[in-house]
């Protein structure tokens, strides 16, 4: 019995041992909210919100909003500076002629497609690949080495449940010296 523990322990471990800081405070969910990024660095959270109109549909030219809770100072929001949205925590949204959602560019991570869908009235999630299944992210956890001018991202963890199962889904991506 306390074998068949210690292994059952080590599995869960190994599968679910996500570097992520459990001490960091949750943002509160809305019912705006799509994800968030957290880091290494402190507890400070990036939070992207669906930015709907008067009507409860995605606004076209601005469907994201984004911004930090400063949770290191006192939970305040503050807006990102223009180089954070440039090459740290920035989306850039494009809506394809005759699609029904969006396509996202993170900063954070260039490489992955991201979808923006509207699944209601004030309602909308974000979708990707998450360990091969079209999941619906709900955040992301940034690792990087600040030993150097700039800093260098390590590994991204994506935390998400599936579309079709909800079953939690998660990946996390090692970044080599060429990025992700």
Known sequence: MRLSLIL?????????????????????????SLF???????????????????????????????????????????????????????????????????????????????YLHQTGTFKAVVTTLINGKTSVLEHMYIFADNSGVWPTVKYIELFGKDLKTGVKTYQKIIVDKDGI
């Not at 599995?11 to 705006?32: C, D, M, R, W």
């Not at 669906?50 to 076209?60: Q, S, T, Y």
């Not at 469907?63 to 503050?78: A, F, H």
């Not at 949205?85 to 029904?100: I, L, Q």
């Open 36 to 114: 968030y990024i957290q880091r290494n660095h402190n507890a400070n959270t990036i939070i992207y919100d669906a930015n709907f109109d008067e009507n409860g549909k995605l606004n076209e030219k601005e469907p994201i909003d984004v911004y930090w809770i400063r949770y290191d100072e006192q939970g305040q929001r503050m807006e990102l500076r223009s180089i954070e949205k440039w090459y740290a925590y920035g989306v850039d949204c494009e809506k394809a002629e005759g699609e029904t959602f969006f396509q996202l560019k993170l900063a954070a991570d260039k490489k992955r497609a991201f």
């Open 8 to 32: 059952w322990v080590l599995v869960f471990s190994a599968l679910y041992g996500y570097a992520q800081n459990k001490n960091y405070p949750i943002p509160p969910k809305t019912a705006k």
